[in-house]
Every structure is written in structure tokens, then in C-alpha cells.
């Protein structure tokens, strides 16, 4: 498989070397933790003289008489080597049975650099504090961006692999098919298999059938606003025996295992959170058409999704803005930064522009605010608020 290398995670796995902090790759089954990990052993190999490095992938059988906490705990320590600069990766660790016990002894020595990975649904972002008693420091891996997609390829034509970009998506082991229908058995499978699967086992999941019709709802409604309540209100009358907490629960066993992403709603004139109502977004939005088929795309809706990504990408936290009744599709907030985005994919048509711009015109305060489309033209403005072609934004950070 040709490889990439992914600079952004990179980059922050070398900038905290030699830091004491549990060191922990999360994000979606097969969005490429294993491979990060692997070229972070070969920065490390090149770029560290006296480095001692102690790999585990519990995806390999040479590895099986060490899925118990202590016979790794002991694995571990025979491999350190004194006077050097020790480093331990281990791959896919839940697969060790306690291994939170050997990850926060080897921690309280003081004798090595850990890394680590698992399987989403096994080492959420919400447990780390809890599993491990010294600080961890969260890498947040995501599927292929376009920038990546546009790297991988080697494509000249930015326009138009955005227009492949919408169909393939960002699940890198898909690009090993030749056609896209079986991309899209790959890509189902990744979603049922691993995903579903990995839930299912976290949380003894009694009924498997209607966690999937959850998901299914969800990838129909991407970008729209949902709660427990309305999905319950939907799947009661198709006659599904279930309650808005088991919903609940549900959905946020989904976005626990990173399959989606939930954003909640922001009251920008009053400066507020708003409890009803939330919009998800998908890792990867191919897996809608995987789930669900093409004869539907949507595009404004996958466009969305795929802004919805790159701002987390980017280190935003985002959020739907409401103003005035009116929605502000995100609200993207870094440190001292602030965003107002409207995301559409069309907007040649003068009531549609109109439609997207007049929301931002009502904010009062000076952050900037932009228009993301497909205008495949280069960016301009229009009374101070900037209108971006969607392959341009996304390829210039």
C-alpha cells in the first residue's frame, strides 16, 4: 500500500518527546493510527541515536503470550535497555487484558516514552483520565483530508478531485480497489465489523439491529438537527419498541467510537449554549453511500460534513450557531479566534446567495465570516464577508 506521510500527527508525536505524559493515538478504526505509529518508529530510529525502541503490534500472533498485563509489564522491562532513551509503542493495547495496569506502572518509573494505541470503542477521549493516573496527551487521527486525498493521488486538477473527493472520501484503505463499488463494500465493512462490532463488545448491546437503524438514521439526516426524542418519535412508528434513553445511550456509544461527531447549537446574540437539539456529522462521509447507497447525494449536506471535519482537523471546536432563529451553519472558536461559516454547494442563483449571506450580515461583532461553495472561482468578498471556493479552502490552512 503507497503511504503518506501525515505531517500534522507527525509533528505533534515529535513535539512531545521526552514529555512525561502517556502519549495516546484515538480516532476511527482504520483512519490510519497503526501506520502513523510506524512512521513515528522510523523518526525515531533516524532522528535518535541512542534510542531504544520497544514495538508491540498485538495485531501480530508473535505477540500473543503477552496479552496478559504482567507478562507484558515483564516484556517491557527485560527490553529496557540502561543509559539510553527508551521508547514503547504498543498497537491496538486493548487487546491486553488490564493493560491500564502495565501502562500506569511503567509510567510511575519514569523509564520510558509511551505511545500508545486501541481500538476506539476501547480508548475513548471521555475514559483516558480515568484508565490512567498520569497525564495523557490525546493525538486526534481522522481519516484522509483532502489535502491528503489531493497528496495521495498526486492530482493536478483541484475542482475535480474535489468532485471525486465527495464520492471517495478519506478511508484510505479503500484506495486499493479499482472500482468504487467495492470501495464501497470495504468502506461498509469498516463501518459493521469494526465499528459496530467494537460497540457491541464495550457495551453488551442487546439489540444490534437497532443500533444499526441509529446509525443509518444519522447518516440520512448528516447535517440536520436531531435529539434522542426525534429519533425515538421516527423509529416508534416504523413500530420499534425502544425509549429516547436508550437512544441516547446509543448515540453516544457512536460518538464514542468516533463514527460521528456531535455538534451542539450556540445562541450567538446570547452568548449561550442551547440544550435541544444537535446536528451529527460523520468521520467519513462515504460511509453514508456505503451504508445507504448514491441514488441520494446530497451534495450540500456532504460538503457540510466535510467542512464539519477539517474544522476538527484544524483544532476548532465548532459549534451551530443560532441567531435570531436563523442558523449559522458553524461557529468555529480557536483560543482568542472566532469563525462564522456558511457552507453551500451552490450559489449562482441570486436567492441562494442571498439565503447564505444574510445570516452573517445580521452579526454585529468583527470576527470574520465566510461563504464556503463550490464557485470554483478564487475568493472575494461581499460586504466583509469572504466567499471561498470549498477546494481552495480546504487546500490553503
Not at 127 to 146: C, H, Q
Not at 226 to 237: F, H, V
Request: hydrophobic share 35%; net charge positive.
Amino acid at each position: 500500500m503507497k503511504l503518506i506521510e501525515r505531517k500534522q500527527y507527525l509533528d505533534k508525536m515529535i513535539g512531545v518527546i521526552g514529555t512525561p505524559d502517556i502519549k495516546v493515538l484515538t480516532g476511527v478504526r482504520r483512519s490510519g493510527k497503526s501506520k502513523l505509529l510506524e512512521a513515528f518508529k522510523t523518526y525515531v530510529q533516524k532522528n535518535i541515536a541512542d534510542a531504544n525502541i520497544i514495538h508491540i503490534n498485538f495485531n501480530l500472533s508473535k505477540y500473543d503470550n503477552l496479552k496478559e498485563y504482567k507478562a507484558l509489564n515483564e516484556y517491557i522491562e527485560s527490553n529496557y535497555a540502561e543509559g539510553r532513551e527508551n521508547f514503547v509503542l504498543i498497537d491496538e493495547i486493548q487487546m491486553c487484558d488490564n493493560f491500564e495496569l502495565c501502562i500506569n506502572n511503567l509510567h510511575a518509573t519514569e523509564m520510558y516514552d509511551l505511545y500508545i494505541t486501541g481500538s476506539n470503542a476501547f480508548l475513548l477521549s471521555s475514559d483516558l483520565a480515568t484508565l490512567f493516573t498520569g497525564r495523557t496527551f490525546e493525538i486526534k487521527v481522522y481519516p484522509f483530508s483532502f489535502a491528503e486525498y489531493v497528496h495521495y493521488f498526486n492530482l493536478k486538477d483541484k475542482y475535480t478531485a474535489f468532485d471525486n473527493y465527495m464520492l471517495e472520501g478519506g478511508m484510505s484503505g479503500s484506495y486499493l480497489y479499482k472500482e468504487q463499488e467495492d470501495r464501497y463494500d470495504y468502506i461498509e465493512t469498516v463501518f459493521d465489523t469494526l465499528i459496530l462490532r467494537d460497540i457491541r463488545q464495550k457495551y453488551k448491546i442487546k439489540n444490534p439491529a437497532l443500533m444499526d437503524r441509529i446509525s443509518q438514521f444519522l447518516m440520512d439526516n448528516v447535517s440536520n438537527l436531531t435529539s434522542a426524542r426525534s429519533i425515538t418519535d421516527t423509529l416508534t412508528s416504523n413500530k420499534d419498541k425502544i425509549n429516547h434513553k436508550t437512544v441516547g445511550n446509543y448515540l453516544n456509544y457512536l460518538c464514542n467510537a468516533f463514527a460521528f461527531y456531535k455538534f451542539r447549537r450556540y445562541d450567538i446574540k446570547g452568548k449561550k449554549y442551547l440544550a435541544s437539539n444537535d446536528k451529527y456529522y460523520l468521520s467519513d462521509h462515504t460511509f453514508r453511500y456505503a451504508k445507504l447507497g448514491t441514488k441520494n447525494l446530497d451534495n450540500g449536506r456532504i460538503i457540510e460534513n466535510i467542512i464539519a471535519m477539517e474544522l476538527l482537523r484544524r483544532g476548532y471546536e465548532v459549534y451551530v450557531g443560532v441567531l435570531y432563529k436563523k442558523e449559522i451553519d458553524f461557529v468555529a472558536l480557536k483560543r482568542n479566534e472566532k469563525i462564522y461559516i456558511q457552507v453551500s454547494d451552490n450559489i449562482t442563483h441570486p436567492d441562494t446567495f442571498k439565503r447564505e449571506v444574510a445570516p452573517l450580515l445580521k452579526i454585529k461583532d468583527a470576527y470574520p465570516k465566510m461563504v464556503i461553495a463550490r464557485t470554483r472561482n478564487p475568493e472575494y468578498q461581499y460586504e466583509g464577508v469572504k466567499i471561498v471556493d470549498v477546494a481552495n479552502w480546504l487546500l490553503n490552512k
